[in-house]
């Protein structure tokens, strides 16, 4: 059987790993792995097919920045010669970027079967382009593997056949669960006993200049009673500079580059708070058990919310002072970690696969 995997985003990459991995143990696939280009910075791609032994692409296409309709469309015209070349059996897509849904668009046209790796998720806020990439995709798909029960509730609800669906747990779990040892070797060296992590890379928070600039005052305050790490996307360094807000070391925060996988693990792992408006990140502190606040007024990850560590603060910074008063009092939000989310995903994806494909 031959599957091709389409990744392009660093949240993509610790998707497929373990579901590459699986497919490998299984002994019944040829695998081709394609990359779109989507980043292509060496800290915000090439580091992570390193650190989680990822193999090297089979081919880039290249496609690198644009707006969202110039970086789909370079996607799909690269894609397409690519899948009528290698016919493949299935294609594999993963989470929520350009270049997932891009792909799947090509395999929908070309009748090549699409297998969803992170289905079903849903904010319910068509502002944000994600969540317009997760409805589509999951449209098209064949196999919707999803990490959570309210992944099928919400595939269901959207009309998806239910032998579509598979409720397979979480794989960003399962590089979590892999690397988490090795992560504890990379400790950054003078780090306080108890320090706040930072990452802000959504348009809605960075590029609005009056609020990333209230964030970032509001982030000085905070550093007053506990150090605060930034380890900045470059979407965010961009706005930074742009608001002439950039200069870390002048306004009390430590701004960091891009962290590998193993850094930031390692860094998130110990950290006395996690302030974010990422989706993977609100799923590691779940599991992690270390407190989050999400500044985002949704969440298409409502587990991490329901179940595990993490508190929607919204777009208040009233909301993000007191939460984490309240942290450093000691007085953090005890959580669980959601059903399936126990390092054996990938293989369950495999097995589906490797058996009804
Ligand atoms: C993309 C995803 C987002 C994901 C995020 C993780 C979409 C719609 N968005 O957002 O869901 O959470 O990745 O990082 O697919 N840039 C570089 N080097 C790189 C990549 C990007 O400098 O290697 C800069 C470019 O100026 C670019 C900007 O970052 O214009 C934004 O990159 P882009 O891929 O458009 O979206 P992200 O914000 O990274």
Not at 214 to 226: F, G
Request: overall charge negative; glycine content about 8%; proline content about 6%.
């Amino acid at each position: 059987m031959r599957i091709v995997h389409m990744v392009g985003a660093r949240p993509n990459f610790m998707k497929a790993a373990p579901v590459m991995q699986a497919l490998a143990e299984s002994g019944q696939t040829r695998q081709i792995l394609v990359h779109s280009g989507q980043h292509y910075d060496f800290n915000m791609s090439d580091v992570f097919f390193q650190e989680l032994g990822i193999p090297a692409p089979d081919l880039n296409l290249q496609v690198g920045s644009g707006s969202h309709a110039q970086q789909t469309a370079a996607i799909m015209k690269l894609f397409e010669p690519v899948v009528l070349e290698q016919r493949p059996d299935l294609v594999l897509v993963y989470g929520d970027v350009n270049s997932t849904l891009a792909a799947a668009l090509v395999c929908a046209k070309l009748l090549v079967p699409i297998g969803h790796v992170e289905a079903g998720l849903r904010s319910f806020d068509r502002t944000m382009p994600e969540e317009v990439n997760r409805i589509l995709t999951d449209q098209v798909s064949d196999f919707l593997f999803t990490p959570s029960r309210d992944g099928d509730r919400n595939l269901t609800h959207e009309g998806v056949a239910p032998e579509k669906i598979h409720l397979v747990g979480n794989v960003m779990i399962d590089t979590l669960i892999r690397m988490l040892p090795k992560s504890q070797e990379h400790s950054m060296r003078d780090l306080p006993e108890r320090y706040a992590v930072v990452t802000l890379h959504r348009p809605c928070n960075v590029d609005d200049l009056a609020w990333l600039g209230a964030m970032i005052q509001t982030l000085q305050d905070v550093s007053h009673d506990i150090q605060v790490l930034f380890p900045i996307h470059p979407r965010t360094r961009q706005r930074l500079a742009e608001a002439g807000l950039g200069n870390g070391q002048d306004n009390g925060l430590r701004l960091l580059k891009p962290l590998s996988y193993l850094e930031f693990l390692a860094l998130e792992s110990r950290a006395t708070v996690v302030i974010t408006d990422s989706g993977g990140i609100q799923e590691e502190t779940t599991y992690l058990g270390v407190p989050c606040l999400t500044v985002r007024e949704n969440t298409e990850r409502p587990a991490t919310v329901e179940a595990g560590t993490n508190v929607l603060v919204g777009r208040s910074l009233d909301r993000i002072r007191s939460e984490i008063a309240r942290i450093l009092a000691g007085n953090t939000k005890q959580g669980e970690v959601p059903p399936l989310w126990d390092g054996c995903a990938a293989r369950r994806i495999a097995e589906i696969i490797t058996t009804r494909c």
